[in-house]
């Protein structure tokens, strides 16, 4: 079995914007306690993307040749990245109920 490689992860801007608005409505719902457990699960996905990249799911919304983009399927939110050569980079974290439109408009965030 071939062993695959450890590529660094980057996030995006667009990322940061969604999690916070994840965070903001977290506490306004759940608690400020919840809503730090649920940022502390994200960002250990996120971490262990640089080892367990291949892991996860092509993005079905997404489908390329190479499987290029994938997504993290937590409770009910989808973290969506894109594998390149060089690094793992993390598009943007979306609630699973939004369009269609809005998860194939992923391809486009820039690093």
Not at 5 to 29: E, R
Request: hydrophobic letters at 40%.
């Amino acid at each position: 079995m071939e062993e695959e490689k450890i590529l660094p992860v980057k996030v995006s801007l667009v990322f940061n914007l969604d999690l916070d608005d994840i965070y903001q409505y977290g506490i306004a719902t759940f608690g400020e306690r919840h809503a730090q457990l649920y940022e502390t699960e994200i960002w250990k996905l996120i971490d262990g993307l640089s080892s367990n990249w291949p892991l996860f799911s092509e993005c079905r919304h997404l489908c390329t040749k190479s499987k290029m983009y994938r997504w993290i399927i937590l409770e009910s939110h989808l973290i969506i990245y894109r594998i390149t050569d060089k690094e793992i980079q993390v598009l943007r974290i979306l609630h699973s109920r939004r369009s269609i439109t809005k998860i194939k408009a992923s391809r486009s965030v820039k690093l």
